[in-house]
Structure formats: C-alpha cells, structure tokens
C-alpha cells in the first residue's frame, strides 16, 4: 500500500478519535462558558455572549457522529464516504471559525458591558432581593467590593440604610468580627469586582478560542489527508469511480 495512503488513513483513523474526544471536550468547554457567565449574568446585559458557547456544543455533539462516519469511510477507502467526510470536516472547520470571531468580537465588549451595568445592580442592593443575592456571591467569589473599589459603596442606598456599611460579603473570608465599617480596612477586601469579573471572563473565553484553534488545526489536516486518499485512491490501476 501506498505510504501517503497509509499515513493519511493513520491520520484519518486518528482525526476520527479525535472526533469523540474533542466532542466531549467541546461540550465541556461550552458548558463551563454558560455556567461561567450564568454564574454572573445579573452583571451582563449583552446576552449574545453565550453565542460562542452554543456553537461549540452544538459542534461537539455533532463530532461524535461525525467520527464514527469518518473512521468507517476511511477504512473502507469509500470514495462517496470520503467526500462526505470532507464536507463535514469542512463545515465543522467553518464553525469553529466562526465562534473563533464571535469569540473576539465579544471579548472586546465584556469591558463595556461589565461598566454599563454593574453600577444598576450595585445600585439595587438592599440586602434580600435577587441583586443582592447575585452581588454578595460576585463580591465573596472575587474576594472583592464595590465596582471599581469598596468607596463606591459610599454611593449607594444601602450604604446610609444600613449605617454607614458596605455588605459582609465584602469581609475577608469568614470573619467574624467584621462588620461592614470603613474604619476596619484590614478586614474588608477593598479592590473593586469589576476588574476581577472582566478578567474572570476573559481567561474563560481565551481558554475557549485557544482549544477551538487546536481542534480547527487538525481539521485542516484532515482535510489534507481526505485529498491525498481520494487523489491516491483515483490513480491506482483498476480503480473503478462511483459514477462509472
């Protein structure tokens, strides 16, 4: 057997393994994004963030029949099954792309979709509604307080309502002797949550495009080795074409 076929059908073979683990991963990596930016949607209006993650699990799941197509056209060197193989790869390839630029688009606009809204939620606190709930979980997950640092507290309803305090979950961890007053510095975390929460979700969604260039690499191998087999296949002596 030809060595360019061997090595293109042991690439071919491989890239379909890859299909069924790359669809979990992808299904993994979608849906941390989802429970990444639920875990803080209060805080974002733009919902069309979450386009990227819907399109790499609904690539993910898709892959997992793509491999089991892919492995069995490969070995069987099925000319109309290497097409189809290609087609797929093809559009899996311009998917991947795609959520590669919604990728970018959208991480330029966490910024100013984080400085828009944060302040209206921040603003809303009183202590049991469901903006409370979402800013006493930002505030206690990012060890952080107020938007840009804990004085913006100073700003808000709650403050005069309650004393002259910022909320406990912007104590440091579970200490008890704090109680929310500014003359008790050492045990209130000051740095602001807004440049923690851009970062957060900027680290989750570079994680996400580094892992999409990955996988949108090998598919283009793939495709290279689709061609090699097919053009291969096409020349040996007595090769008869579907159509024929």
């Known amino acids: 057997m030809d060595c360019g076929i061997i090595t293109s059908k042991t690439v071919l073979l491989l890239l379909s393994l890859i299909f069924w683990a790359?669809?979990?991963?992808?299904?993994?990596?979608g849906?941390?994004?989802?429970?990444?930016y639920n875990s803080f949607g209060t805080f974002l209006?733009?919902?069309?963030?979450?386009?990227?993650?819907?399109?790499?699990?609904?690539?993910?799941?898709?892959?997992?029949?793509?491999?089991?197509?892919?492995?069995?056209?490969?070995?069987?060197?099925?000319?109309?099954?290497?097409?189809?193989?290609?087609?797929?790869?093809?559009?899996i390839f311009a998917a991947e792309v795609a959520a590669l630029v919604f990728g970018f688009i959208y991480q330029g606009r966490i910024r100013g979709d984080l400085e828009k809204s944060m302040s209206i939620v921040f603003q809303k606190y009183d202590g049991s509604n469901a903006e409370t709930r979402a800013v006493d979980y930002l505030q206690s997950q990012l060890q952080c307080c107020g938007v840009q640092n804990y004085l913006n507290w100073t700003t808000t309803p709650w403050f005069s309502q309650s004393n002259n305090t910022v909320p406990l979950s912007c104590c440091k961890g579970n200490n008890t002797q704090c109680t929310g007053k500014l003359d008790q510095l050492d045990l209130?975390?000051?740095?602001?949550?807004?440049?923690?929460?851009?970062?957060?979700?900027?680290?989750?969604?570079?994680?996400?495009?580094?892992?999409i260039l990955g996988f949108a690499i090998i598919k283009f191998f793939g495709m290279l080795s689709v061609c090699v087999i097919t053009c291969k296949s096409a020349s040996r002596p007595g090769y008869q074409p579907l159509y024929a």
Not at 22 to 29: D, F
Not at 31 to 36: A, E, G, L, M, P
């Open 188 to 211: 209130i975390n000051t740095p602001g949550c807004e440049v923690k929460l851009e970062q957060l979700l900027q680290d989750v969604m570079s994680y996400a495009m580094l892992v």
């Open 45 to 91: 209006e733009d919902k069309y963030t979450l386009i990227p993650a819907a399109i790499i699990i609904a690539v993910g799941i898709v892959m997992f029949v793509f491999g089991t197509v892919g492995c069995c056209a490969t070995l069987r060197e099925s000319t109309m099954g290497l097409s189809c193989f290609l087609m797929i790869i093809l559009a």
């Open 31 to 36: 849906s941390y994004i989802i429970q990444s």
């Open 22 to 29: 790359a669809g979990g991963a992808l299904v993994y990596v």
